[in-house]
C-alpha cells in the first residue's frame, strides 16, 4: 500500500522559533497534500491543501504567514510553523493523495508529529 | 452548509458487536469512508463506500444508503484493540474530504 512519512516524529522548540515539518510519499506521486492539526480529544482539523506546483490554499482561520506550505515536488511538502508560539503546540498530521480520475480518492496519513513549543 | 454527524462516544463489550452510524449532508458526494485513529496516533484506513450496500472486510463491514444520506460501520467480534475513535467522512463534489468529529469507542471486558 501507499506510505506516507513524516520527519519528525516529535519535536520541541522555544517559543519564537521556526519548526519545519516534513511530509513524503515513498512509493507513490502525491499530487495533492493535505495537512491536518488535531489538539488533544478533538477531530481533525484540515489547515491547507497543497497541489504540487502550486500556492497552498488554506482553510478559514489558518494563517497563511505563520504556517508556510510548500508543496516543491510530486513527493515532498513542508509545513513551517513560524514563531511558534505555545498555542501552537498540536499534533501536526500530513495526509497524501495519488491523480484523481485514477480511482484512488483516498487520503493515505503520515504517522504525525507532536509539536511542543515551550 | 456541509455537515456530517456521528455520536460523540459508544461503549461496547468484548466479543460483542456495535454499530457506529454517520450521516451526511454535502455539496456533491463522492464516496464515503471510514478511518480508524487511536489515541496519539494518524488515521487509517478501513473502507471505502461508493455505491449503496454493505461492504465486508473481516471482521468490519460498512453499509451506504446514498439516498438517505447515511452510512455505518459495523464492527463484529470486538477485541480491546478495536478501543479507538472512528472518523467518517465524505468526499464531496471538489474531491475534499469533509470530516465528521469521530466516534470514541469504548471496549470493556
Known amino acids: 500500500g501507499a506510505v506516507v512519512s513524516q520527519h519528525p516524529s516529535r519535536v520541541i522548540c522555544k517559543s519564537g522559533t521556526s519548526v519545519k515539518i516534513e511530509c513524503r510519499s515513498l512509493?507513490?506521486?502525491?499530487?495533492?497534500m493535505f495537512w491536518y492539526r488535531q489538539f488533544p480529544k478533538q477531530s481533525l482539523m484540515l489547515m491547507a491543501t497543497?497541489?504540487?506546483?502550486?500556492?497552498?490554499?488554506?482553510e478559514q482561520g489558518v494563517e497563511k504567514d505563520k504556517f508556510l506550505i510548500n508543496h516543491a515536488s510530486l513527493t515532498l511538502s513542508t509545513l513551517t510553523v513560524t514563531s511558534a508560539h505555545p498555542e501552537d503546540s498540536s499534533f501536526y498530521i500530513c495526509s497524501a493523495r495519488g491523480i484523481v480520475g485514477r480511482g484512488s480518492y483516498e487520503q493515505y496519513f503520515g504517522p504525525g508529529t507532536r509539536l511542543t513549543v515551550t | 452548509g456541509q455537515n456530517i454527524d456521528q455520536p460523540t462516544e459508544m461503549t461496547a463489550t468484548e466479543g460483542a458487536i456495535v454499530q457506529i452510524n454517520c450521516t451526511y449532508q454535502?455539496?456533491?458526494?463522492?464516496?464515503l469512508f471510514w478511518y480508524q485513529q487511536h489515541a496519539g496516533e494518524a488515521p487509517t484506513f478501513l473502507s471505502y463506500?461508493?455505491l449503496d450496500g454493505l461492504e465486508e472486510k473481516g471482521r468490519f463491514s460498512s453499509f451506504l444508503s446514498r439516498s438517505k444520506g447515511y452510512s455505518y460501520l459495523l464492527l463484529k467480534e470486538l477485541q480491546m484493540k478495536d478501543s479507538a475513535s472512528y472518523l467518517c467522512?465524505?468526499?464531496?463534489?471538489?474531491?475534499?474530504?469533509?470530516w465528521g468529529a469521530g466516534t470514541k469507542l469504548i471496549i470493556k471486558p
Open positions: 463506500n461508493v
Open positions: 512509493d507513490f506521486q502525491a499530487t495533492t
Open positions: 467522512a465524505v468526499l464531496d463534489s471538489n474531491y475534499q474530504l469533509i
Open positions: 497543497s497541489n504540487e506546483g502550486s500556492k497552498a490554499t488554506y
Open positions: 454535502t455539496s456533491g458526494f463522492n464516496g
